[in-house]
């Protein structure tokens, strides 16, 4: 399965190629590096050299170039939300454009539920859910799934392990009108974090992950894909609610398969029942139908 993310009326991918990748956020065009883009470009090398933001690498070191005049950070709108674009040290923008059709998976799976999800411990099997859908957003960074959830009502707990990050998330918040939803701002290791709520006996309707896969959390405890994602997953199975709506997990880490975490999904199937969709997200080039892929997925529902 290919999920695209079409031009945006503030985004755009114009062009890629030659390990490259060019973009418009906003009136801004960002050159980085993607190691994805094996072809030849299709733009002019005068297009190229237009842009306002690029990022070079020399051996370990790296930096941006950025034309007098361009700003060092900006918001755009985008998925019906507000962010604020910055230049990072690892390339990234604080945004990720692929994710999109994602968030409108979410939308409108917790939308659904909010108005005809049956109450558990109602009688009559037909009762509108009393309260929000809660989420749990694991490796949250910005905050792009948090918000598309509180938008509609959800109850949201943020997770991640870079406090720089998390105060991002919020200022995203703010800038969406989201300041007062209701969502919880955690700083923490993600397994911490887990075995402490599962101590507390807190559930969750719903959980969204994106593992990296190398990382510290604050206190400098060490992630390692290879070594604790089934840990998580196994957690991620204890904290569930008894009538979860879906998992979500996104990838990022070179050399694996979104058949790898279909497998794991597999499990939720079993209990609840339900379907998984796995496969790559991609972002369409604005005049051409050439796709950049971006990361790869695998999600479960509870239909």
């Given at each position: 399965?290919?999920?695209?993310?079409?031009?945006?009326?503030?985004?755009?991918?114009?062009?890629?190629?030659?390990?490259?990748?060019?973009?418009r956020?906003?009136?801004?065009?960002?050159?980085?590096?993607?190691?994805?883009?094996?072809?030849?470009?299709?733009?002019?090398?005068?297009?190229?050299?237009?842009a306002?933001?690029?990022?070079?690498?020399s051996?370990?070191?790296?930096?941006?170039i950025?034309?007098d005049?361009?700003?060092?950070?900006?918001?755009?709108?985008?998925?019906?939300?507000?962010?604020?674009?910055?230049?990072?040290?690892?390339?990234?923008?604080?945004?990720?454009?692929?994710?999109?059709?994602?968030?409108?998976?979410?939308?409108?799976i917790?939308?659904?539920?909010?108005?005809?999800?049956p109450?558990?411990?109602?009688?009559?099997?037909k009762a509108?859910?009393?309260?929000?859908?809660k989420?749990?957003n694991?490796?949250?960074?910005?905050?792009?799934?948090?918000?598309?959830?509180?938008?509609?009502?959800?109850?949201?707990c943020?997770?991640?392990?870079?406090?720089?990050?998390?105060?991002?998330?919020?200022?995203?918040?703010?800038?969406s009108?989201?300041?007062?939803?209701?969502?919880?701002?955690?700083?923490?290791?993600?397994?911490?974090?887990?075995?402490?709520?599962?101590?507390?006996?807190?559930?969750?309707?719903?959980?969204?992950?994106?593992?990296?896969s190398f990382?510290?959390?604050?206190k400098d405890e060490?992630?390692?894909?290879?070594?604790?994602?089934?840990?998580l997953?196994?957690?991620?199975?204890?904290i569930?609610?008894?009538?979860?709506?879906?998992?979500?997990?996104?990838?990022y880490?070179?050399?694996?398969?979104?058949?790898?975490?279909?497998?794991?999904?597999?499990y939720?199937?079993?209990?609840?029942?339900?379907?998984?969709?796995?496969?790559?997200?991609?972002?369409?080039?604005?005049n051409?139908d050439?796709?950049?892929?971006?990361?790869i997925?695998?999600?479960?529902?509870?239909?």
């Amino acid at each position: 399965m290919i999920l695209k993310t079409e031009k945006q009326k503030e985004y755009e991918l114009i062009d890629s190629g030659n390990g490259e990748k060019l973009e418009r956020y906003d009136k801004y065009i960002f050159r980085r590096p993607d190691p994805e883009a094996i072809w030849e470009k299709s733009k002019e090398l005068s297009i190229w050299e237009k842009a306002d933001l690029k990022f070079v690498r020399s051996g370990t070191k790296t930096k941006w170039i950025v034309k007098d005049g361009t700003s060092r950070s900006w918001d755009i709108n985008f998925g019906d939300l507000v962010f604020s674009i910055r230049p990072t040290s690892f390339k990234h923008t604080g945004l990720f454009p692929e994710q999109l059709p994602n968030w409108q998976w979410m939308e409108e799976i917790i939308t659904k539920a909010s108005g005809e999800r049956p109450c558990l411990k109602g009688t009559q099997g037909k009762a509108l859910r009393s309260e929000p859908v809660k989420v749990l957003n694991l490796f949250a960074y910005t905050g792009g799934a948090t918000l598309a959830c509180a938008k509609i009502g959800a109850e949201v707990c943020h997770v991640d392990g870079s406090k720089t990050a998390v105060e991002w998330a919020r200022e995203n918040a703010k800038l969406s009108g989201l300041e007062n939803a209701s969502i919880r701002w955690i700083v923490d290791d993600v397994l911490v974090f887990l075995k402490r709520e599962i101590k507390r006996g807190r559930k969750y309707d719903a959980i969204i992950m994106d593992p990296p896969s190398f990382g510290h959390g604050p206190k400098d405890e060490l992630w390692k894909i290879e070594e604790h994602f089934l840990e998580l997953m196994k957690l991620c199975k204890e904290i569930l609610s008894d009538d979860p709506l879906f998992i979500l997990i996104n990838g990022y880490t070179a050399g694996y398969s979104a058949i790898a975490y279909e497998n794991n999904l597999k499990y939720f199937v079993k209990k609840y029942g339900g379907k998984i969709e796995s496969g790559e997200l991609v972002i369409t080039e604005s005049n051409s139908d050439r796709l950049l892929p971006c990361g790869i997925f695998a999600r479960w529902e509870k239909s």
